[in-house]
């Protein structure tokens, strides 16, 4: 099975410029989550789609929104994107019996860069 | 509400043990363990569910103690490829609960 694909790979913006990252889950997988990840803080939850639902939103502002397509497929937008913005923007995709069971597959991520 | 990890940096020559302890102030449900090389996606290890049902590498080994609230990633007879950082993250209930991560330990295994 191919893994989950993210694109862009790499991105620079500009303060207040808005940005979409985009993600492809594992085919069968129905959870796509998000993440970012700054050094020294770990892996901070976005928040998580399933079946083009958002199911769960971490503690972040309404900056940052996201959606899901019907084929599992997931974006995310950052609006009046801000230097703290910086960082790398991981997915990840999961079978939908519940994260609390199942291992996450993680993409290779976006890092944004906001200049 | 985020997992305490410790150490957060640790040496080790090949061969070595090492052990990685991850802490919450909440009840947990699960707790899940990942690797992330530098560079690259972070990759799963193991999930310990309350209960005491585990699942992951056979060769990576872990506990859960429920009652602490605290799980450990064992690493043993070190290999040069174990290097990275380890994540620990932890669920406090079951279903659909986002999972918390630590900040991470970062291990490195030299020669």
């Known amino acids: 099975k191919a893994g989950v694909t993210q694109t862009p790979r790499y991105l620079i913006k500009t303060r207040g410029q808005q940005v979409t990252l985009s993600c492809s889950p594992i085919?069968?997988?129905?959870?796509v989550s998000w993440y970012q990840q700054t050094p020294g803080q770990g892996l901070q939850f976005l928040f998580e789609?399933?079946?083009?639902?958002?199911?769960n939103k971490g503690n972040f502002p309404g900056r940052f929104s996201g959606r899901q397509f019907s084929n599992s497929r997931s974006e995310m937008n950052v609006s009046t994107l801000e230097l703290g913005d910086s960082a790398l923007y991981l997915c990840?995709?999961?079978?939908?019996?519940?994260?609390?069971?199942?291992?996450?597959?993680f993409g290779p991520g976006t890092r944004l860069t906001v200049l | 509400q985020q997992p305490v990890q410790s150490p957060q940096a640790v040496i080790l020559r090949e061969g070595e043990d090492a052990v990685i302890n991850c802490s919450s102030s909440?009840?947990?449900?699960?707790v899940h363990w990942y690797r992330q090389k530098h560079g690259e996606a972070p990759v799963f290890l193991m999930i310990?569910?309350?209960?005491?049902e585990q699942k992951g590498h056979e060769k990576i080994s872990a506990s859960f103690n429920e009652k602490k609230q605290q799980s450990s990633l064992y690493l043993t007879a070190s290999q040069l490829s174990y290097s990275g950082t380890y994540f620990c993250?932890?669920?406090?209930?079951?279903?659909?609960?986002?999972?918390?991560f630590g900040k991470g330990t970062r291990l490195s295994v030299i020669a």
């Open positions: 310990l569910l309350k209960g005491g």
């Open positions: 990840a995709s999961s079978l939908d019996s519940g994260r609390a069971y199942n291992e996450q597959f």
């Open positions: 789609y399933f079946s083009e639902t958002q199911r």
């Open positions: 085919s069968g997988h129905r959870s």
């Open positions: 993250g932890t669920a406090p209930g079951g279903g659909n609960t986002p999972l918390v």
């Open positions: 909440k009840a947990l449900y699960s």
